[in-house]
Nanobody
Framework: QLTLQESGGGMAQPGDSLRLSCLAD????????VGWFRQAPGKERENVAT????????KYADSVKGRFTISRDDDKNSVYLQMDNLMPEDTAVYYC??????????WGQGTQVTVSS
């Protein structure tokens, strides 16, 4: 069992940066693939970044490639999403999730990111 809690969301202007954090409470965090998702009002949930266990190379949605970076610190049971050059279309609720066996089994409650001038 894994409990996830996101933090770091908030308001930003276009071009700004934000860093989201996700703290996991549970065992063997390093065994999980971790990911960040987002959902904007009226839109489907989008997987913006994924980082497999024991990997340092993330996989990104085209919409964020080159602007977002996912990383993890297994010693701290944490996963991060560095978001640079934010755009209004990045406005969404951001969720972290963890996958042990091919399904996104565990989810955080989400953190709001709003990008507006």
């Amino acid at each position: 069992q894994l409990t996830l809690q996101e933090s770091g969301g908030g308001m930003a202007q276009p071009g700004d940066s934000l860093r989201l954090s996700c703290l996991a409470d549970g065992r063997s965090f390093g065994a999980y693939t971790v990911g960040w998702f987002r959902q904007a009002p009226g839109k489907e949930r989008e997987n913006v970044a994924t980082l497999r266990r024991r990997s340092t190379r993330g996989k990104y949605a085209d919409s964020v490639k080159g602007r977002f970076t996912i990383s993890r610190d297994d010693d701290k049971n944490s996963v991060y999403l560095q978001m640079d050059n934010l755009m209004p279309e990045d406005t969404a609720v951001y969720y972290c999730a963890a996958d042990l066996d091919g399904d996104w089994d565990f989810w955080g409650q989400g953190t709001q990111v709003t990008v507006s001038s």
